[in-house]
């Protein structure tokens, strides 16, 4: 990966070329959609993948557009960025993370066939409570769909710890850059002073307020399973280790920032959120042979309230470890139930083609 640039090459360079990217985009849809759509007509098997590809393509690109331009008009307005602290214009960039997430949620749900179904608790039962929302990580556009509940379905304003390299998208950086989050560089990222920008990002949470942590710190694969195992084991931790081999949809979790958090947002309640539908998604080839992907993503919450939280770092440490174990049993048991519902459809179609 590229060295992040300076802030100033990133809003001078990468925002007006990302502009012109998404105006150039929108601009030649016309040619681009009629040659999309003759290429999913010649491909075998397309079910009108490239124009589907396309169209998600240019929807977030225009969405990047849209908000470049709400950040600036709201700059403006904010005394030229004197007062974009204020609560009021905090306010407005969290109306801009609806409005693109919403949008977005739409046009993903739209062209490729994606329903969401979400277990736990009801929106109604995490008000009036700050919230530490510990999520599990996997597959492409997980951490968009959750802080699109957060904001749109739990009214909430998130708090986000995310990789430095999401910094890249100029419309991230811009917009949280700033609201209360925290870009961890991969060099900061198992260093103290990663869990004491969690821990200060979990300073004065109020009641509508939710901090979200990913503590497997990156998405699911077999090989970053492996190597979490084998690093477990390097460091002197046998039964983390031990541990985590029982573990087997999820990467064993990092607990430094969570515990950072939980010191500092003792009055929060702890949101633990697991998802399944799209953990088989790894690469991007696996995204395009998925077009359209006519898949169920099943969401599961579940609230622990802070007086249930733990005390003290082993306790807390052990109590993550439980959970993290529950997440797996609960992936596995909705694979498992996938996988039977998928054998009934094929046993269904090879009946129907047996003939009478």
Known sequence: MLPLPPWWVRRAVLAPLMFAVALAAVVTLPVTAPLAALWSLVLPGSRWRPLRALTLVVVYLALEAVGLVLLFVVWVVSGFGLWIRRPVFQRWHYDVVQLFLRVLFAATRWVLHVRVEVEGPSPSSYTGRPLVVCCRHAGPGDSFLLVHALTNWYAREPRIVLKETLRWDPAIDILLGRLPSRFISARRLRSRSAEEAIGDLARHLDDNDALVIFPEGGNFTEHRRARAIERLRQEGHID????????????????????????????????????????????????????????????????????????????????????????????????????????????????ARIPR
């Open 240 to 351: 983390g280790a031990e541990r985590a081999e029982r573990m087997r949809y999820v990467l064993a979790p990092k607990p430094g920032g969570v515990l950072a958090a939980l010191d500092v947002a003792d009055q929060a309640d702890v949101v633990w959120v697991a998802h399944t539908g799209t953990d088989h998604l790894f690469t991007v080839a696996d995204v395009w042979r998925a077009l359209p992907a006519d898949m169920v993503i099943r969401m599961r919450w579940w609230q622990v309230p802070a007086g249930e939280v733990p005390v003290g770092r082993e306790a807390r440490i052990s109590w993550l470890f439980t959970w993290w174990h529950h997440i797996d049993a609960w992936i596995g048991a909705q694979r498992g139930e996938r996988r039977r519902r998928t054998l009934k459809v094929r046993l269904a179609e090879r009946r």
